[in-house]
């Protein structure tokens, strides 16, 4: 169960790429003066734009807490990756990534023998 969960995971973030950067690649095109800061400005032309950002500004908070707590829990390594790529990519492909990630290492640990059991 933990591979096919960890699999559907990685479609997640391999669907959020295209769909995320096909749009971030059409308005670089739009935009000859593109830059981060204009990039997020245009998250807030109005008041729909605004409310967007602001809920992913959320998410992306709540996510990185959950990531920093997990990584201690599950031993997930990497964790200032996955921390940079939700701003330089998308937290909609790091975060499955993230789980993905978490999957593998929970499945890691139910498969190794543990000490003192026959």
């Not at 295209?18 to 990039?39: E, H, I, R, Y």
């Not at 290492?105 to 190794?112: I, K, L, N, P, S």
Request: positive net charge.
């Amino acid at each position: 169960m933990r591979t096919r969960l960890g699999w559907g995971w990685g479609v997640i973030a391999a669907g959020a790429l295209a769909l995320t950067w096909t749009q971030n690649v059409q308005w670089m095109a739009a935009n000859p003066d593109a830059s981060p800061l204009k990039f997020v400005t245009d998250g807030f032309v109005n008041h729909a734009a605004a409310s967007l950002s602001w809920d992913l500004v959320a998410l992306t908070t709540a996510c990185v807490i959950f990531m920093a707590l997990q990584v201690r829990e599950h031993g997930v390594r990497h964790l200032w990756a996955y921390v940079l790529f939700s701003f330089v990519v998308a937290i909609s492909v790091t975060f499955p990534l993230f789980l993905w990630a978490r999957e593998r290492a929970m499945a890691r640990a139910t498969d190794r023998p543990r000490s003192g059991t026959p």
